[in-house]
């Protein structure tokens, strides 16, 4: 149901060392400085043109490959994911694409599901053909989702568009939701496919690449329900004990986060508003035109003058349209994308802190001889390097963040801006070429009247001299 892929399945593989594509420059973004106060993070959250002070990483041109490739249960030696971060100065070639299109729709006795046809070109070694064709439903996003976040606790996963869209009575699987959706998870795998890190993922490899009945499998390897359950329950008990004391660099980094979600928030739901009202009042334009055509039918003296009205306001009505369509495409997505952005930030934040707080409690263990010292110093050497891998994951994944979040911004506004002065332009000139059209009237009918009196006096001049 779920379709083939055009090649043979793909081998089993690790993470790669290296490879084209996989060493990323770093990102000269800004960041917040250690003297920025919450008052200033407030005015200026959403200034992109700051200058402020980076995050403190090994290098500007460090890569972000295998920095974070560990998972909760999965210890770390000391050092061993310090010690792989590789330095290029090369820039990347593209080697990844991906598209999502044609959404099927499937009927079970169960379920309804949509399908997505997912097509990916790649030149890298590790993949067994340079083209592959699967088809993917929903869930299979979401565990992928999942597999990159319990790989890559610190990284900052890009996020999936919503289970559900319920506004009103929306339905479910109609054209223009399927239609957002399969927007969405196209960026979806296309961030993750041009990410340092998370483009090597063997989950991610395996959900482009395997066969349905091959991703079926893959999905019951792992750990079973009550190891799961398990971690769930360790992670809770951290996530409740917190942490001692955060790191300035990660208490500004989470105020930034703070002050970002309700700025980005207030601007989506304001965006959404606009572009409701801006469809009612499109809808009414489409009804008022036809009204002044109808009237031109009774009035003689006015069927020009109506008429041209009625012109005017169906090519202002399209040109609406028009930036209804820019909007709904280039400015909503993109926004409410951070909107989701802003709760995957949360999220890697605390999970950082239960990286941390799970060492916290390994030394105050130690601190009051609560077990084996022996035991106890071995651990903690092991989360020290795990948070120390954890840090510096975040800080250059953030500083990159940073950089694609204020290019975005920056293009959607500024689209938006010249989409606005086009449309007004558009109105302007053809209301002016309206009224100029009746002004030349308006002097032909003046210099017509003017004509006629003068012939009526001459006419009244003969007859006197009769």
């Known amino acids: 149901m779920e379709g083939e892929r055009l090649a043979s399945p793909a081998r089993s593989s690790g993470l790669p060392a290296g490879g084209a594509g996989g060493e990323s ?17 407030q005015a200026e959250v959403l200034d992109l043109d700051e200058d402020e002070d980076d995050l403190e990483v090994f290098s500007k041109d460090a890569s972000l490959m295998d920095m974070n490739s560990f998972s909760p249960m999965m210890p770390t030696s000391p050092l061993s994911m310090i010690n792989q971060i590789k330095f290029e100065d090369e820039p990347d070639l593209k080697d990844l694409f991906i598209t999502v299109d044609e959404p099927e729709s499937h009927v079970t006795t169960i379920e309804t599901f949509i399908t997505y046809r997912i097509i990916t070109k790649t030149s890298r070694g590790e993949f067994d053909s340079s083209e592959f064709e699967v088809r993917r439903r929903y869930q299979d996003f979401l565990w992928l989702k999942g597999k990159l976040e319990e790989a890559h606790p610190t990284l900052i996963i890009p ?17 223009d939701f399927i239609e957002t959706r399969r927007k969405a998870l196209h960026k979806f795998l296309n961030r993750i496919a041009d990410h340092p890190t998370l ?3 063997e989950d991610f490899k395996v959900f482009l690449t395997a066969q349905a009945w091959e991703l079926s499998s893959h999905k019951k390897q792992g750990p079973g329900l009550l190891s799961r359950m398990g971690q769930t329950v360790r992670a809770v008990a951290l996530s409740m004990r917190g942490v001692k004391s955060r790191p300035e660099e990660f208490m500004e980094m989470n105020n930034f986060i703070e002050v970002f979600s309700q700025k980005i928030n207030l601007i989506d739901k304001i965006s959404q508003r606009i572009y409701k009202e801006e469809r009612e009042y499109s809808d009414e334009m489409k009804e008022y035109g036809p009204i002044h055509i109808l009237w031109s039918a009774s009035e003689e003296d006015l069927v020009d003058t109506l008429k041209g009205i009625a012109s005017c306001i169906d090519k202002c009505s399209k040109a609406t349209e028009k930036r209804m369509s820019g909007l709904s495409e280039a400015l909503l997505p993109v926004v409410h994308e951070y909107v989701l952005y802003s709760e995957m930030l949360m999220g890697v934040m605390k999970r950082r802190d239960q990286i941390q707080a799970e060492l916290d409690s390994k030394v105050e263990a130690l601190t009051y001889k609560k077990a084996d010292t022996d035991l106890l110093t071995e651990e903690i050497g092991k989360l020290e390097d795990k948070v120390e891998c954890a840090n510096n994951a975040l800080k250059a994944d953030w500083e990159r963040w940073r950089h694609n979040m204020q290019n ?13 002065i086009q449309y007004y332009e558009q109105c302007l000139a053809t209301w002016e070429s309206f009224l100029a059209s009746q002004t030349d009237l308006h002097l032909e009918e003046t210099s017509e009247d003017k004509l006629k009196n003068l012939l009526e006096d001459r006419l009244c001049l003969m007859g006197d001299k009769g």
Do not use: Q
């Not at 000269?28 to 008052?39: H, Q």
């Not at 975005?408 to 606005?420: G, H, L, Q, V």
């Open 25 to 41: 420059p770093g990102v000269d973004a800004p960041l917040l400085g250690s003297s920025g106060s919450s008052t200033l993070l």
């Open 159 to 175: 996020p999936l568009p919503e289970k559900f869209i319920v506004k009103g009575m929306v339905e479910r699987f109609n054209d």
């Open 199 to 201: 483009t090597f993922n």
């Open 408 to 420: 975005d911004i920056k293009s959607a506004f500024t689209d938006m801006a010249e989409e606005n």
